[in-house]
């Protein structure tokens, strides 16, 4: 079983994504997960800038020289790169949505140049960018419109697109995935990130959200934080609890029992450790109070290698 570093944890890092494999190299990470390019989403500067690091790969600012240098040097390091993800919408409608999908297919475009096999469709929203906004039922019927036009092309490319949980978004549970995964048929190969945090941040029960994936997880995504019933943390995902962000051991979510439960229904995918998700819009001073992320890549390889070892004794 593999593990993956997410390139978050050199979004403040001038080495930027060159970092990110170095440190996975240095600590025994077997692969990079990647984050997409956000200069070019819908929403303005605020949405845009937001989530920015220098770790970012997007197919409108990497020259084609340097795009073959970054792939020659995951193959020095021994280090793939095993997904990017997308934040462009893929269900909006009229020339934005056009637009938002042509970014996808860009992103399909660096995928297979730089022979990523996945593709994450992240921005999964319920927004439509006008005066008219989605029911949720519109938002997910235009979701997998989207994703069906979009597919044949990934398909013909030999990528293929992850799905996740994401709290307040069109997939925010299990059901959801399954639902999105069945309708999309063979459009493409059609994987699910699991993120039983993203659960916990839904206000659901990670571990029965996992049994309910059983089998149909292609990606486990693993990070941990406590929650407080007071706002002194800023990410109040539901209006209710806010979170602090955690080293793997010491958050609420027990990932050894989790990874075990996973194993054991079959999965043998990679496991993606992310130290931190400036999408989730905490103010930017959140991030001064976390650990350094290079101990960061450290400590949790380490973490992860011994939950895995366990698994065989």
Not at 25 to 54: N, S
């Amino acid at each position: 079983m593999k593990t993956a570093l997410y390139g978050s944890i050199g979004w403040k890092h001038p080495a930027g994504i060159y970092q990110v494999l170095d440190w996975a190299k240095e600590y025994g990470w077997d692969c990079v997960d990647a984050r997409g390019m956000t200069l070019d989403i819908p929403g303005g500067p605020e949405k845009q800038l937001t989530a920015f690091g220098y770790d970012m790969l997007g197919p409108r600012q990497i020259r084609p020289t340097a795009q073959e240098q970054l792939k020659n040097r995951c193959l020095e390091l021994g280090i793939p790169i095993i997904c990017i993800y997308c934040a462009a919408p893929l269900n909006l409608e009229g020339d934005l949505g056009d637009n938002c999908r042509g970014l996808f297919r860009e992103f399909v475009d660096l995928a297979a140049e730089l022979d990523v096999p996945w593709i994450r469709s992240i921005n999964n929203t319920t927004r439509t960018y006008s005066s008219q906004e989605f029911t949720p039922e519109q938002a997910f019927e235009r979701t997998i419109a989207g994703l069906k036009e979009i597919g044949p092309y990934a398909a013909d490319r030999g990528v293929g697109i992850l799905i996740e949980n994401n709290e307040n978004t069109v997939t925010s549970g299990a059901e959801q995935l399954l639902e999105m995964q069945n309708e999309l048929g063979d459009v493409c190969e059609i994987g699910i990130a699991y993120d039983g945090t993203n659960a916990y941040f839904q206000g659901l029960n990670p571990f029965d959200e996992l049994q309910s994936l059983a089998g149909n997880i292609s990606v486990l995504h693993v990070k941990n934080v406590r929650r407080h019933n007071d706002p002194q943390f800023s990410y109040l995902p539901r209006g209710d609890f806010s979170y602090e962000w955690s080293s793997l051991a010491d958050g609420d979510v027990d990932w050894p029992a989790m990874i075990r439960e996973a194993v054991g229904a079959g999965f043998d995918g990679p496991i993606t450790f992310e130290y931190v998700n400036p999408f989730k819009g905490m103010p930017a001073d959140y991030w001064n109070i976390l650990r350094e992320p290079e101990e960061a890549a450290h400590v949790e390889s380490e973490y992860l290698r011994e939950v895995l070892s366990q698994l065989d004794s």
